[in-house]
């Protein structure tokens, strides 16, 4: 007999165990389903049939062979409610007609704008003024003295005087100091470079007063203020000689002093140190205060016969500032620098002046030329005396 294969094991069927489940996470109001609901969903769908949850009851459906998806629950949600986001959500700023800006839109003010474009290239301004100085100069070279022969009433007078006096008649030249025929363009070119070095010296003015008269005028308002206040200057002393201090004092008691100084109660503090020694009254008259700390001159009416933007200028202390700009070594150098540049237009063997400047801006030179007048003052004084020996001993020599 044949043998048969022998049966095969049982076999032994484990229920699934069933999980205790979590609540489920309901998200913007809407119930998750479960892992198995929804695997049992699918499976009623793949094989057509439907559940409705009123009568729980199966109806068999034709299968649709194209693939359906699973619906999903949709929970209307009315005006007042919002849904609940998880997640945080960052503001964004809402751009409209009706949003406010944070700040106060403001006119661009080209005066400043121009000003502080002059200030920012001062040097640079010095350095083309240098270069076109220097250039000048070297083209000054090329002209020569030529003589020109007289011609018309002049010739005619040179002649006659001759002739009156029975000499020989000469013919009269006139010098006249040109260039040479044969670069005669370069006439052209001194002109436009005297033109552009004028322009470049009155900016470099310009861009002095903006960028260091500032200065100036903050250290003189400290200087003041530190004798006004530690030294009791113009209130416990008087100054003598001082022509600088006797100017100082026109700006005491004007309202606008201290303008560029930080300490703007300085005045306050005068008077509160010395009003116990001194005159109430005359402190506060010399600073231009009155007995309630304010400044008196700004309680006076204004005149209605200047315009508005001319009885608003504190005229006292523009004439102080201007004194003191006007006695600024470096303003008087630019300003005289300026004046021969003008000059030069009408001549330009002005322009040799400026060839000063070259020494002085060139390190080299600036060292030669400190090295040289450096004992000045002394050799002045040895040749005053050598020269006053000779003319007290030159009556005793005998000849």
Known sequence: MLALPAPPPPRVYIPPM????????????????????????????????TKTPDTQTETSTPTVKEHT???????????TEEPVDSVPRTSTPKTGEDDELPYEAKSFDWGKYVLSLFARNFYNFKYAALVLAFIINVMLLFY????????????EDNSDNNATGGGEVEQEFAEVVAMEDDIYFREYMMQ?????????????LIAYYCLKVPLVIFKREKEIARKLEFE??????QPEDDIKAHWDKLVLSTQSFPESYWDKFVKKK?????????????????????KSDSIKIGEEQKSG??????????WQYQIWKWGVIFTDNSFLYIAWYFIFSVLGNRNYFFFAAHLLDVAIAIPALRTILQSVTHNGKQVCYVAFSQSKQHFITWPNVNI
């Open 69 to 79: 998806e699973p619906a999903v629950q949709e929970v209307p949600i009315t005006e």
């Open 18 to 49: 069933e999980l205790e489940t979590s609540e489920t996470m309901t998200p913007f109001g809407i119930p998750m389903k479960s892992e198995q609901e929804s695997e049992t969903e699918e499976s009623h769908l793949a094989n057509g049939v």
């Open 270 to 290: 005068v008077r509160a140190r010395y009003a116990e020694q001194y005159d109430y009254e005359a402190i506060s008259n010399l600073l231009g205060m009155d």
């Open 232 to 237: 009791g200057l113009w209130v416990a002393e």
């Open 144 to 155: 020569r003295v030529n003589r020109i022969p007289l011609a018309g009433e002049e010739a």
């Open 305 to 314: 016969v200047l315009p508005s933007f001319l009885s608003s200028v504190d």
């Open 192 to 204: 436009i470079l005297a033109i552009a070095h004028s322009v470049i010296s009155f900016s470099m």
